[in-house]
């Protein structure tokens, strides 16, 4: 076979799962001690399966990683063709090319009824470990200091292997990075892990801002937890076969809760997506993970898909950044930036993108694209530009302003020059004075912080269902503050990401619903301190059934948008009942969605899982979910029931009321109406049928059931909609 004809796929990474078994035997590092020469090496098996299958005597270098510690499997570089032939193979699961993904303070806790002063069991919050999967963590900060922490809890079984110059302490107990990533350091260059990190488990600074901007104090929702830092990302994004080397590492390391805000841009099959196989196996050994769902903001965006993740969402808090235009006739307009430079008063020259370019054309330049903008046209003027990111041109060009339209509502980006974001309505002024005139010229100011009474409400940014891959089971889950966050930052990086940029910071302000993730893992984590012996199912309810009730009107998507609602920390800590969901009831899943037995192994890991008919019965709407949804066919009416089953975790003696939010278009029973409890533990079910007239395609129509004892609120969305099925496509490599 000519190598040189499967060029293009050479620089493609194959990932390979293998099932469970293999791996168990080296499982247990006792029996390793004391039976030498009966010890498994995955690595050496793993090199002998790929000599099988690769004509080639030295293997060992096309071996980019083993998987070893939690999940058995291993990434190597392949023609398309051997990975073929090694997908064929006895005891191979799965086999799917490794891709690039890329990554996705802190008024928000106040803003969120979680204040410093909260009730805690610090003894248990310094014992609990949240695993970071991102771009690596600054361990120099002042979020991350050890004053007061005392040694690692002792189930720590990581390491602090961070690379050249990098120290751990006893707040950052661990710190690995991966082996795409360059240069070869665990240390954050851009920001984004640094933030995320400091967001879920940083130390309460005091005084932090962006120049003087969201001055405050800046912390974690759990400051005396532990963090374990595991870099996947680089400037060229996060490898796959990295974030699932980091989710086997994080689990055996004996961390408590993973968030992760990364993603990819399309939806993925559960086998095929490294994500819902590292949080499958996170969620067998009791570990939560917290995913941020993508920042594309259509609908059917939503990449995180996975039943057993707690997907998130990103929604705004009552604080906002606005900044001022004053134009040459005295009016002024409202715009939106978190814009941290000061003209003065001064006013300079205004000009439009397109009448400013030698080199684009009008249609490119009216929207300041790359190279359009003709420096010596720019230079001491401030320059219209038809969309957000022109700030960073009109920059490179070495304008001094710009004025945008803020084609992502009211978002507030953080930019490189003086600039202002405004609507189309206050943009469409700014142009029409800017023609009315001979010699136009504007100011703009510092930003100012407003309060926003409108919040919170999910970013236009901020992804939406529904689940393409199962449509019966509602993404995202909830929603968390993620638009101008304040919180660590790395000095390496600049605030707006981007090379126009020349700050450094030690704190700045970032948007995304990579923001709003590490908030939820937070809450997690805060929860997880009150009650250590919950499984993931049960945290993943307390923060759904808990969540403050969103306003459909607001938000456009309405559950699409925030699934169960907004997070809501004190209220979790006390659910009264929880839903529970755990591995066999996933596998049901799998098995009624049509998974074959073999890629069900790809995604547990696991010989022994099986797929009797009795579970290919079980319809996905019935999997013992905190939310209730249902698709139906369109333009007919429609009778759906779901099944659920309450676990009492709240009063051992009490007894709970069914109530449900009227909507006209819905009739809802639930089947019995009031449940009593005796004991805590003690499970009830009940069946929930939903009838109503047919619905248009696509739509969608929501009511919502509430338990209630008197004392808690347990509240699940009911949604039924009429999106079509997205399909979703698998990966070229599938078995033959
Ligand atoms: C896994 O499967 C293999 C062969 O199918 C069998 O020999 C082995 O006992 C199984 N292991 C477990 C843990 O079920
Ligand atoms: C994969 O193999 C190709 C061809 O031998 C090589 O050019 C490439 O650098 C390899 N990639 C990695 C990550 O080792
Ligand atoms: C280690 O990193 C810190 C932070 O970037 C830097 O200040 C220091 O100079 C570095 N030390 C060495 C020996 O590179
Ligand atoms: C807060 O920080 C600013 C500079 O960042 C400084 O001027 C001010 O004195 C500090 N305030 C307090 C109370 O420490
Ligand atoms: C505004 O004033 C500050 C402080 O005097 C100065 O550093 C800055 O350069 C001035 N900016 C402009 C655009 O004149
Ligand atoms: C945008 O902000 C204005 C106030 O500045 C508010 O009235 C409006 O509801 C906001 N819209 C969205 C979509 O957030
Ligand atoms: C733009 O914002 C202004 C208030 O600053 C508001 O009156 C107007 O309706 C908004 N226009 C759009 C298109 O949102
Ligand atoms: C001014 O009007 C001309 C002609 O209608 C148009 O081409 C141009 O884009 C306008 N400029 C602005 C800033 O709106
Ligand atoms: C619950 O109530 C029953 C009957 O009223 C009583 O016998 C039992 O002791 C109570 N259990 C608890 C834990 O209070
Ligand atoms: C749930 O209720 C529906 C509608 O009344 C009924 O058809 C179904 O059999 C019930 N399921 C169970 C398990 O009780």
């Given at each position: ?125 310094s014992d609990t470990i ?16 050890d004053?007061?922490f005392g040694p690692p809890p002792k189930k720590w079984k990581g390491v602090c ?7 751990c302490n006893n707040k950052i107990i661990g ?50 937890a532990r963090i374990a ?24 390391d004996g961390v ?481």
């Amino acid at each position: 076979m000519a190598k040189s004809a499967f060029l293009l796929v050479f620089d493609i990474f194959f990932i390979l799962m293998l099932s469970l078994s293999l791996w168990s035997a080296a499982a247990n590092e006792d029996r390793k001690a004391t039976l030498p020469g009966l010890e498994y090496s995955p690595s050496s098996h793993h090199i002998s399966i790929l000599q099988d299958v690769v004509k080639s005597s030295s293997v060992a270098n096309l071996l980019l990683r083993s998987y070893k510690r939690s999940f058995n499997g291993f990434a190597a570089n392949l023609t398309n063709e051997e990975a073929k032939r090694l997908a064929s193979m006895k005891g191979v699961v799965s086999v799917f090319p490794s891709r690039i993904l890329h990554t996705l303070t802190t008024r928000s806790w106040d803003f969120m009824g979680l204040k410093e002063t909260v009730t805690r069991i610090p003894a248990v919050e310094s014992d609990t470990i949240i695993g970071v999967i991102d771009t690596g963590i600054w361990p120099e900060s002042a979020s991350f200091k050890d004053e007061g922490f005392g040694p690692p809890p002792k189930k720590w079984k990581g390491v602090c292997k961070g690379g050249k110059n990098f120290t751990c302490n006893n707040k950052i107990i661990g710190a690995r990075f991966y082996s795409s990533i360059s240069p070869s350091s665990a240390r954050d260059e851009m920001g984004h892990g640094s933030h995320t990190a400091s967001t879920a488990a940083g130390n309460i600074v005091k005084n932090t801002s962006f120049f003087g901007l969201g001055q405050g104090t800046a912390r974690g929702a759990v400051p005396s937890a532990r963090i374990a830092a595991y870099r996947v990302c680089d400037g060229n994004g996060c490898e796959s076969k990295d974030i699932l080397a980091a989710f086997d590492d994080s689990i055996a390391d004996g961390v408590d809760v993973i968030t992760i805000s990364i993603g990819g841009i399309n939806p993925l099959l559960f086998h095929e997506d490294v994500i819902a196989i590292g949080a499958f196996h996170a969620m067998v050994k009791g570990v939560i993970t917290l995913h941020a769902g993508g920042n594309i903001g259509g609908f059917h965006t939503i990449t995180s898909v996975a039943p057993w993740i707690v997907t998130v969402a990103a929604s705004t808090i009552d604080r906002q950044f606005i900044d001022k235009v004053v134009l040459g006739n005295g009016k002024t307009q409202n715009g939106f930036s978190v814009n941290s430079f000061n003209l003065n008063g001064t006013k300079f020259p205004v000009v439009y993108g397109k009448e400013v370019t030698t080199s684009c054309s009008e249609d490119q330049a009216k929207f300041c694209q790359l190279d359009c903008l003709d420096s010596s046209l720019v230079k001491g003027k401030i320059v219209l530009c038809d969309r957000i990111k022109g700030n960073f041109i009109a920059s490179l060009a070495g304008a001094m302003g710009s004025i945008m339209r803020n084609e992502f509502e009211n978002l507030s980006a953080v930019v490189t020059l003086p600039a202002s974001a405004l609507n189309k309505t206050n943009y469409d002024v700014i142009k029409s004075y800017v023609n009315s005139t001979k010699k136009p010229e504007a100011g703009i100011l510092k930003s100012e912080v407003i309060k926003d009474a409108t919040a919170p409400i999910v970013a236009t940014f901020s992804f939406r269902g529904p689940n393409s891959v199962v449509p019966d089971i509602l993404k995202p889950d909830l929603s968390a503050p993620g638009v101008n966050i304040l919180a660590a930052y790395s000095p390496l990086g600049t605030p707006a990401n981007d090379d126009s940029d020349t700050r450094h910071v030690d704190y700045s302000i970032a948007t995304g619903t990579s923001m709003a993730c590490p908030h939820a893992a937070g809450v997690a984590a805060y929860v997880k301190t009150f009650h250590p012996d919950w499984s993931p199912s049960a945290i993943k309810s307390a923060l759904m059934t808990t969540a403050w009730a969103m306003d459909q009107s607001k938000s456009r998507g309405g559950e699409f948008a925030y699934g169960s609602g907004h997070i809501n920390p004190i209220k979790a800590r006390d659910p009264g009942l929880v839903y529970e969901t755990l591995k066999d009831d996933y596998i049901k899943l799998l098995c009624s969605i049509g998974y074959t037995l073999d890629r069900i192994k790809a995604i547990s890991g696991d010989n022994s899982s099986s797929c009797p008919p009795s579970y290919q019965k079980v319809p996905p709407k019935d999997l013992n979910y905190p939310s209730m949804t249902a698709s139906v066919p369109p333009k007919e009416s429609f009778t759906v029931n779901f099944l659920r089953t309450v676990t009492n975790v709240g009063l051992a003696n009490s007894t709970y009321k069914a109530q449900v939010s009227p909507n006209l278009g819905l009739e809802v029973e639930v089947v019995p109406d009031i449940l009593s409890f005796r004991s805590l533990q003690e499970k009830k079910s009940f069946n929930v049928t939903v009838t109503g007239k047919s619905l248009k395609q696509p739509s969608m129509v929501s009511a919502s059931l509430v338990w209630s004892d008197g004392i808690h609120i347990v509240r699940s969305p009911i949604v039924v909609h009429t999106y079509p099925p997205v399909r979703v496509v698998p990966h070229v490599l599938l078995k033959n």
